[in-house]
């Protein structure tokens, strides 16, 4: 029998000895595991590095039994999310001036995940779009510019 996210986060998170409650969410990307604990910060580790290495080796975990395995997002009491909407609401302010001055604007370096939601917040913009280097640095910087008009 194949294990499902949430009885693989559960058996990590036992065996580290935490102490918690895992929700289960659908969505349009994949599932959502929603930690609960009275341990969050412990969780969190320091910057979310822990709850981002979880997320990482479960995914891998997952995609090495099924290549096509849903994306899952690992997230303690929604740290995760309120991250990635301050994130979106920081990068749509800098497009905001690509979409006054015209000039291309250059983010931070930012991992695989973070690029993925950049990429997300403006793939349905029909004036700013976004650009990674190809080669395979592991932290890459995304470039705003605004799109080409097609004539």
């Known amino acids: 029998m194949k294990a499902t ?10 065996h580290l000895d935490f102490s918690f409650e895992i ?5 349009p990307n994949g599932i959502t595991l929603q930690i609960y604990s009275p341990e969050k910060e412990r969780l969190l580790g320091q910057h979310g590095e822990l709850v981002e290495d979880m997320q990482t080796l479960l ?10 395995a849903p994306r ?3 997230d303690v009491e929604h740290w995760r999310e309120m991250k990635d909407d301050n994130l979106v609401h920081r990068v749509k302010q800098l ?13 931070e370096p930012m991992n695989s995940y973070q690029r993925r939601i950049v990429h997300n917040a403006f793939k349905d913009d029909p004036e700013i779009a976004t650009w990674s280097p190809p080669d395979s640095e592991r932290i890459k910087r995304i470039t705003l510019r605004k799109r080409q008009k097609s004539s």
Do not use: C, H, W
Not at 5 to 14: A, H, I, N, V
Not at 23 to 27: D, L, M, Q, V, Y
């Open 5 to 14: 996210p949430k009885e693989l986060l559960d058996t990590m998170l036992g």
């Open 23 to 27: 929700k289960e969410f659908e969505t």
């Open 59 to 68: 995914n891998r975990m997952l995609l090495s039994k099924d290549p096509n």
């Open 72 to 74: 899952v997002v690992v």
């Open 95 to 107: 497009a905001d001036i690509v979409r006054n001055t015209g000039r291309s604007y250059q983010l």
